[in-house]
């Protein structure tokens, strides 16, 4: 069968609350994936003294942040699994499983041994279990990228990118946020070393409660069971003319020649912008603690700022792509980044007090993530349905694996904390130049969604 299944130009028919749950269903299992994985930036520099002890503190951190890129990398395995799945056999059983899976991997974070209680044993473990949720990650990507996108209309597929992708970002990060202050409460000083990070880490029975709580109930895509109602009818027919039709899984037509090129074509902008994200909002919870030298309190305060404003940019600059275009959207984006980016973390070290260090964070934060806020949307209508979890997926995972590794890079290259301001200003200058690249030669996909125009590789 044919990848290209008809996807018609006409909207389907959706009821509002089928709309809403898919919308919020999208959100919130991208958020809690988030809130997982930078349940760990918050307590990094503890994670190093316990598990990568070092008499350079600067290694110790970056074995965290090796350990955060190690999962990352995982990803996509994740998307080619769950991806899969998701395209044969719906989006919903996909993230139930997947989010779940990634809450309880967290939470097993919080029983494992240090080093002085085990020796070496322990950061293999730790390593280990990063790997198993590596894995549910990938799977989180490839289904919740693609059923909140595929049930709005036309006019909302900008917003709804922005709220699930970089939206589902900073509500993820706010949660964490949240917890972290509060644990820096119930356990101060001293203490958090001992048990603070370890509830942190149990959070994630309650991340895994909230997504079975709010999936349950979750309809399929329509253009997902438009899709299975077709492909039906085509076997019953096949059944009945005695023909039998070889269908390739969507792992393989994805990397077949149709699809190859626009495969890796899309990974310029993920790498670039999955970059930016975490050189922004990524490492600035250990930024504001190691070179800022922000009091725990305040670095919560200032932390959930950054997360409501990239909820705000994320949403508003994908709802712009749906104006000018996805790839002018792109363009205009890269310009800003490419300048403001480097300059605010030259700046961030030089300020003064409390609130000028909260407006350079809030700034970061906002721009790191409205840059990738339009592509969710852009590599769904990369791809027809048959193959869109797949594709979203992988596109995304892989960039983003790369992007996660940046951090590690930045780590290892700066020799101190007061190195860490150029040097993150010299990487994101980068990264944005291969973001500006990918946004100069991807064609524009802006309404390929609904009119199947997507189907046609370029």
């Not at 959706?14 to 299992?29: D, F, L």
């Not at 970002?169 to 070393?193: E, I, N, Q, V």
């Not at 980016?341 to 961030?348: D, Y």
């Not at 590599?379 to 979203?392: D, K, Q, S, V």
Request: aromatic share 10%.
């Amino acid at each position: 069968m044919s990848v290209a299944a008809q996807e018609g130009a006409a909207a389907l028919h959706v009821n509002q609350r089928q709309v809403m749950g898919a919308v919020v269903a999208s959100c919130m299992g991208w958020a809690l994936d988030l809130f997982d994985l930078f349940v760990l930036l918050y307590v990094a520099p503890v994670v190093g003294r316990l598990f990568f002890p070092s008499e350079h503190a600067m290694l110790s951190l970056a074995a965290v942040y090796a350990s955060f890129a190690v999962t990352l990398l995982m990803r996509p395995l994740g998307s080619a699994l769950f991806g899969s799945y998701a395209d044969r056999h719906g989006r919903k059983g996909a993230m139930i499983v997947a989010v779940v899976g990634v809450g309880l991997s967290t939470a097993a974070f919080g029983m494992l041994p240090t080093v002085a209680q085990v020796g070496l044993v322990a950061p293999v473990l730790f390593m280990l279990l990063r790997l198993v949720q590596g894995v549910f990650v990938g799977g989180v990507v490839a289904s919740t990228h693609t059923i909140g996108t595929e049930s709005v209309a036309p006019k909302y597929h900008g917003a709804v990118s922005g709220l699930i992708g970089g939206g589902g970002a900073g509500l993820g990060a706010l949660l964490a946020s949240l917890t972290y202050l509060a644990m820096s409460s119930l356990f101060p000083g001293d203490l958090f070393d001992v048990w603070g990070w370890r509830c942190m880490f149990f959070t994630g029975i309650l991340s895994s409660l909230l997504g079975l709580f709010v999936f349950n109930s979750l309809e399929e895509s329509p253009l997902w069971k438009k899709l299975a109602a077709e492909k039906a009818a085509k076997a019953a027919a096949q059944v009945k003319s005695g023909q039998v039709e070889v269908v390739r899984s969507p792992v393989r037509t994805l990397f077949s020649r149709d699809y190859r090129k626009v495969l890796f074509v899309n990974l310029l902008l993920t790498i670039g912008g999955g970059s930016g994200y975490y050189l922004t909002s990524g490492y600035l919870p250990t930024f504001l603690k190691v070179v800022s030298h922000v009091p725990n309190g305040a670095a919560a305060a200032i932390l959930m700022i950054c997360s409501v404003a990239v909820v705000v940019a994320s949403v508003a600059a994908g709802h712009l792509s749906t104006f000018i275009g996805r790839k002018s959207a792109f363009v205009w984006l890269g310009l800003i980044r490419l300048v403001a980016l480097p300059a605010l973390f030259v700046l961030l070290p030089t300020a003064q007090n409390i609130t000028m260090i909260g407006v350079y964070a809030v700034l970061l934060s906002a721009l790191g993530s409205a840059g990738y806020a339009p592509i969710l949307i852009f590599l769904n209508e990369r791809f027809p349905t048959a193959i869109r979890a797949t594709g979203t997926g992988l596109s995304w995972n892989i960039g983003f694996a790369i992007g996660g590794m940046m951090p590690t890079f930045v780590s290892l290259v700066a020799k101190d904390a007061s190195q860490l301001p150029s040097t993150l200003a010299i990487f994101v200058g980068a990264i944005s130049v291969i973001f500006l690249i990918g946004a100069f030669v991807v064609p524009e996909t802006l309404g390929k969604l609904e009119n199947g125009a997507a189907r046609n590789p370029s």
